[in-house]
DNA sequence: TAGTGGTCTAGACCACTCA
DNA sequence: GAGTGGTCTAGACCACTAT
């Protein structure tokens, strides 16, 4: 069988566990590595790259190929619909909106959504369940000039969450994992004691130099977020 | 200038922000994209495939491309040792070591491990400060038989978590990310009150069916994990 | 400035999977 | 069975950067 990149990848790491290259060494270059696996060279670029992108190598033009020193390594969090993530559990989804308003964001929101100074942004709270029971709790501000269409939409039977990710797919954005004391209304809402820890994650949306929206999403107690690395 | 992979991607997406290709649709195949944007089917080729790593499109032998229906967004989350963690912040890292023995780990951890019945772990506490100030604290078991070498390791002046990814660097394994309140003794270590939410990270390595150590890590309260989408 | 990786082209064959 | 994506080859030129 003709040689693959994924069977090239496996035996350069192979070569890197052994001890055979070093940390921090240098290593053949594509060339001479494509010749010695009898493959081309696009073939050993594409495994060489993976390997950077893991982290394992470090690729420089005319400084060649080293072991990476200090692997940092990376993990891919998928970050679904809320929706999807309760489904996924095999329980029920449902949501209700809990505060719906046109106002005056506080000066942090009108500066993330980068507003004017007196103007209205849409405010959006809403309780996610799975099975009725309270999953995870969203505050939201929407920039009403990025996504006018918003005020007409049927919030109270598609999520403000399942509605943007339909009508701004692909959007970038920033992602903060963090943990917080919840207060005592979320408390309450989560049936569990004040200043319980949940996992929360602070999000914002933008397409291209276009801010969309910014959320705060606090998990259940208890919550995880799992991935391989 | 000749279109490369990144323009073509740009434009691609484009098309489907602007609702030219909607959700669900099914987009032309690789040879007539290439053909319409004058460049190889390869260069098409790694264009979506790119889309479709971000989960934009899905791609199916003989089914063609669509769009993604339900787009599911990726963050890429970087791992770091946690000295690195604490220089990149400007601070000076300095560790303790808390807990160090070897005796019968409790069964979760045996499991994970997958260690027999009777075998000995490494048991370690350590606590990470930047500028003298508690950072994380770590609790680690570790899989003598995988690397029993770890007896030997200056512990003191070089923190397990370094010493393993120096010496088995470029291992697999899970990851997961909670939000856990301290318990009291760790509420005194991090001189906070008891039952703070701490962000925590809790991840087994392992070396193809090798598993090397299981870890559970709390940051200091506030800490927060960043990435872009 | 020369060596190295980055990436495009054109062509080929293969592997899935939908009809 | 036929259409589509997956991926390899061989060659080329370009862009960065260490020396």
């Not at 394992?56 to 993530?85: F, Y």
């Not at 849409?122 to 996610?128: G, M, N, R, S, V």
């Amino acid at each position: 069988m003709r040689a693959t990149q994924a069977d090239i990848r496996k035996r350069l790491i192979d070569r890197i566990q052994s001890g055979e290259w070093p940390l921090g060494s240098r290593i053949p270059d594509e060339s001479d590595l494509a010749e010695e696996y009898g493959c081309a060279r696009a073939t050993m670029n594409r495994a060489l790259q993976a390997l950077a992108t893991e982290g394992l190598v470090i690729r420089k033009r005319k400084g060649g190929t080293r072991v990476s020193l200090r692997p940092v390594r990376h993990a891919r969090v998928a970050i679904p619909v809320i929706r999807d993530q309760v489904e996924a559990l095999g329980e029920t989804y449902t949501h209700r909106i809990v505060t719906q308003e046109t106002r005056l964001p506080p000066e942090t929101i009108r500066d993330t959504l980068q507003l004017h100074a007196q103007q209205d942004a849409l405010f959006i709270e809403t309780l996610h369940c799975a099975d009725d029971r309270p999953f995870a709790f969203e505050r939201r501000w929407v920039n009403l000039d990025a996504v006018p269409d918003i005020r007409n939409a049927p919030l109270e039977t598609i999520s403000a969450n399942e509605w943007l990710v339909q009508t701004v797919p692909f959007s970038d954005g920033q992602v903060t994992f963090t943990a917080v004391a919840l207060d005592t209304a979320l408390a309450v809402l989560f049936d569990t004691a004040p200043r319980t820890a949940s996992f929360t994650i602070y999000r914002t949306t933008q397409i291209d130099d276009r801010f969309i929206t910014a959320m705060t999403l606090h998990y259940q107690p208890g919550y995880e977020l799992r991935t391989a690395l």
